[in-house]
């Protein structure tokens, strides 16, 4: 099986982040000098509800129980409440970033969400129903114009070297592929991944956590023949390759572009530790879904709109590290965000996430 090069076309995706000259949209654009903004790419793990506005089958999280937890109503994230990228800004003293998709949304001077439930770096991954890499980077190209309408060029480049970059994709050209028996990861080469985006865009600090365990997650876990408890082992390779090369791929980019700087969240070994050993984190359970059906709530029933209408939802979301079938709790969520910002030792990378919004 030829190898899925997810890290060339965010290679390509992070260049062409590294010349575009962004603005923001603000009645005091002075504000702009006063914080780092946040611009979020990538997939369900970082969607704040841009899939609410697509045509997508059931890539949405826009109905009960997803958001209980926190807001109390759903938003369009799949999750009981808030996502990491919701906590970082928190953290990094900003409002929640909205989705670019959201009507009425042209506040742009504290970053946009242009993540896709179900999204990948591959065109063909959930084509049609998702909002692919390529696409997201459009967006971004059509922010930046306003910006530079509303800042003038020299303050929207200081917003943009100053903003931090956070991305969250891969999972999906891994799982689509084995879901779908479809062929792309048979007929794609390393080179056709390459593109040349991300190196003209104009980002400086680029957040990326690898890929978690995703053979281990409930909907992985179905794909088992039944009385296997086990994960599902053929992701395996694909995702330790992958994590091999995005660690090689930023320290390239670090060496051959000049001021960028990145933080990697080891999803993975946090991931693993927080399924093998949910009590060490205060959960109670590791393996199984708090919401959904089948083995492990695996299958992505979750709320009844996805085909199958008969769901189980547990009693107290805070047990669980999954919420449905692939995404996690909002505990889970924070343990993840707190470990991003904070550094350590699951964190590669000359810093932490904090470190990338300082200026």
């Known amino acids: 099986m030829a190898k899925l090069n997810f890290c060339l076309s965010i290679f390509v995706f992070c260049i062409s982040l590294f010349n575009i000259q962004t603005k923001c949209f603000d009645e005091r654009p002075w504000l702009y000098k006063h914080h780092a903004a946040l611009f979020i790419f990538g997939d369900s793990l970082f969607d704040a509800g841009n ?8 890539g949405k999280a826009n109905f009960w129980p997803y958001g209980e937890t926190f807001f109390h109503h ?22 929640f970033i909205p989705p670019y998709l959201q009507p009425g949304n042209k506040l742009f001077i504290y970053g946009v969400n242009f993540a896709s ?38 303050k929207a480049e200081a917003l943009l070297s100053r903003a931090v970059y956070l991305f969250s994709v891969g999972t999906n050209d891994y799982a689509f592929p084995f879901e779908t028996n479809s062929s792309v990861l048979y007929t794609y080469s390393v080179e056709q991944y390459v593109g040349q985006e991300i190196y003209e865009v104009g980002g400086r600090k680029f957040g ?9 997650a409930p909907f992985s876990r179905t794909m ?23 660690s090689k791929l930023f ?40 919401c959904g059906s089948g ?38 969520n924070e343990i993840l965000a707190h470990l991003a910002w904070s550094g350590g030792p699951n964190v590669t990378g000359p810093c932490n996430l904090a470190a990338l919004f300082e200026f």
């Open 208 to 216: 990326f956590p690898n890929l978690g365990p995703i053979e281990c």
């Open 74 to 95: 759903p938003t369009g994230r799949f999750c009981d409440g808030r996502l990491v990228p919701d906590f970082i800004a928190e953290y990094a003293k900003l409002p």
């Open 117 to 154: 439930g179900g999204a990948g770096a591959l065109v063909e991954t959930g084509k049609g129903s998702v909002i692919d890499l390529q696409t997201q980077l459009g967006y971004f190209k059509n922010v930046s114009r306003v910006l530079r309408e509303e800042l003038g060029d020299a």
């Open 51 to 58: 899939n609410n506005y697509i045509n997508a089958t059931i």
């Open 224 to 246: 088992v023949p039944a009385g296997e408890n086990k994960c599902f082992e053929p992701f395996t390779p694909y995702v330790e390759l992958h994590n091999i090369e995005i």
């Open 251 to 290: 320290q390239e980019l670090q060496s051959d572009l000049k001021g960028v700087k990145y933080s990697i969240l080891d999803f993975r070994a946090v991931g693993q530790d927080l399924i093998n050993y949910p009590s060490k984190y205060g959960f109670k359970e590791g393996k199984v879904a708090c």
């Open 295 to 332: 083995p492990y709530r695996g299958i992505l029933s979750c709320g009844g709109r996805r085909g199958v209408r008969e769901f189980y939802l547990c009693d107290n979301v805070s047990d669980y590290v999954f919420f449905d079938s692939g995404h996690p709790t909002e505990r889970t």
